[in-house]
């Protein structure tokens, strides 16, 4: 029996997806529960498991940074490898790369070259319609680079080094769009050396596209406060003290999310989203944590934070953010965040602000906490002050409303002991 491999599902929201790589080469034979296919959505790359043993009898979809929607058939198995295809798959081979030509002409020196080296020369396209000794050598050298398959072809159809160029799939490898980048700027490099250009692809490329459309979608408004963390710093000394036999150590990252999440429960009017021009009033917080990765900024989300207590808090954000770092985290993980918190405190950062995780509608910038001088009962003291920036959507949100919340946060982690209240 033949069984189709559709793109899956992986979460409510997820429309398309991209196939990073197959595990299995086809006629392989597939255990269930076998990973066969990493799939990436913009959020999370997850390996999909075979649901039944048999033979992955064709690959349909061929690793590639194209969007395939859900439901498209992405490959076939079956129970043995004598079975006949549906009619309709014979002919499709998309994961050949044979690009036979005839009356190949190539310079002697070159043809030399290719034997010695193993290189197929029917791959290899020539500007100049003759294949010499340098496509010989360029073609080598892409071959020992990590790079999908249809990457390879097009590079070397275009005749393209990929030395140097920094891969967006799995494991760093170079994916079709990747080289699609590197030709649009071919040109430009030619004749500039005085700098580098670095498409802006993958994540960082998702990443630059929904700020941009957060910035000239939502007009926003910044709110700044200066903070003095005397109090909060000496609660986590404490806290840390006294549960210092049980292994949990508080962050200033726990402290200030947890008095971000209780000035959001006072401020409900806060924790909203914005969509079609419908207001959507959270009764839970969900709390996004901005979080720096080797693939670039992810913002997972802690549902549910406002029934935490703070160490319960504590325990969750350092799980969410390794999970993070070692992508590890479901696509279910990225949805439904009512608040973003963006922390650059151990950054060195003096102040900074932050653009909107839309569809919310504010976000908390937070930046180092540095000695400084202020007045204090007309009295110039040195105190540990950080400086934190409230983004808002002002389509939502008004000055007062936003200026009581960020009060807010301030006088919780002045006086720490009022979040027990």
Not at 162 to 176: M, R, W
Request: hydrophobic content about 40%; charged content about 30%; proline content about 3%.
């Amino acid at each position: 029996m033949v069984s189709e491999i559709f793109m899956p599902k992986m979460s409510n929201t997820m429309t398309e997806g991209k196939i990073m790589r197959w595990f299995k080469k086809e006629n392989d034979y597939v255990e269930a529960g076998d990973a066969i296919v990493e799939i990436m959505t913009d959020k999370v790359n997850r390996e999909i498991e075979a649901t039944e043993s048999g033979f992955l009898r064709k690959i349909i979809k061929i690793e590639s940074n194209d969007d395939i929607k859900i439901g498209e058939v992405i490959g076939l198995m079956a129970n043995s490898l004598d079975e006949e295809l549906p009619a309709k798959y014979n002919n499709q081979n998309l994961n050949s790369l044979s690009n036979e030509r005839e009356n190949v002409k190539i310079t002697p020196k070159a043809k030399k070259l290719a034997e010695e080296l193993g290189v197929d020369i029917s791959l290899i396209k020539s500007e100049s319609g003759v294949i010499k000794e340098k496509d010989i050598l360029k073609m080598k050298e892409n071959e020992k680079i990590n790079v999908t398959p249809l990457a390879h072809k097009i590079a070397i159809d275009k005749n393209v080094s990929l030395k140097g160029v920094e891969g967006t799939g799995i494991n760093g490898k170079i994916v079709k769009k990747d080289v699609e980048r590197l030709l649009d700027n071919v040109e430009t490099e030619k004749d500039n050396d005085e700098y580098e250009i670095e498409p802006i692809i993958g994540v960082r490329g998702i990443i630059a596209e929904r700020m941009t459309k957060s910035k000239f979608t939502s007009p926003h408004v910044y709110f700044f406060k200066e903070v003095n963390m005397e109090k909060s710093i000496d609660l986590r000394k404490f806290l840390n003290h006294k549960t210092a036999e049980s292994g949990l150590k508080l962050s200033m990252t726990d402290i200030i999310t947890h008095a971000v999440i209780r000035s959001l429960i006072k401020h409900p009017q806060i924790n909203v989203c914005i969509e079609e021009n419908k207001i959507m009033k959270y009764k839970n917080v969900n709390i996004s944590l901005a979080v720096d990765t080797d693939r670039g900024l992810v913002v997972p989300v802690i549902k549910k934070a406002d029934k935490m207590s703070l160490s319960e808090l504590s325990l969750k954000i350092n799980e969410t953010i390794s999970k993070a770092r070692s992508n590890q985290l479901d696509p279910e993980d990225f949805i439904g965040g009512t608040f973003t918190v963006s922390n650059l405190g151990s950054f060195d950062s003096d102040s900074f602000t932050a653009i909107i995780n839309a569809p919310q509608a504010a976000i908390l910038a937070v930046s180092s906490t540095k000695k400084r001088p202020v007045v204090v009962n007309d009295t110039i003291c040195i105190k540990p002050m950080m400086n934190i920036t409230l983004s808002v959507d002002h389509r939502v949100i008004d000055g007062v409303k936003a200026t009581e919340f960020i009060n807010q946060i301030r006088d919780y982690l002045e006086n720490p002991e009022l979040m027990l209240l």
